[in-house]
């Protein structure tokens, strides 16, 4: 059993897409855009910590730690969605469509064509 779980995405360069839950899926740490190094999650590394994701690859030799554990087989896909749909509509819990807004992380920058 781990204390946290950490989802990640790729996000490029040195970068992904975290958050932390606990062990009954409560979020812990919000879902911000971290740059990976050797101090990443210090303090989050104090617990055990699974990482898990695409974007957990690229952390495996960075983040050295008898804490972190990392899990090669989960990668994220709208494949596990359908749960999570079905979840929100029994209960009524829709989105309006003419006041949603997408949630980005960072801000999208429109590159010169190459």
Known sequence: NYD????????????????????DNHLVRE????????TSYK????????????????????INSKNAFFLDEIYPSADHMSELSIYRYNKNEFEDLAYFEPFYLKEFVVGNKK
Do not use: H
């Open 4 to 23: 946290l779980y950490c989802p990640m995405i790729d996000a490029r360069r040195m970068e992904v897409f975290s958050a932390f839950y606990n062990s």
């Open 31 to 38: 879902i911000k855009a971290d740059i990976i190094d050797e």
């Open 43 to 62: 303090n989050e590394l104090k617990k055990k910590v699974l990482f898990f994701g695409d974007g957990s690859q690229k952390c495996k030799s960075i």
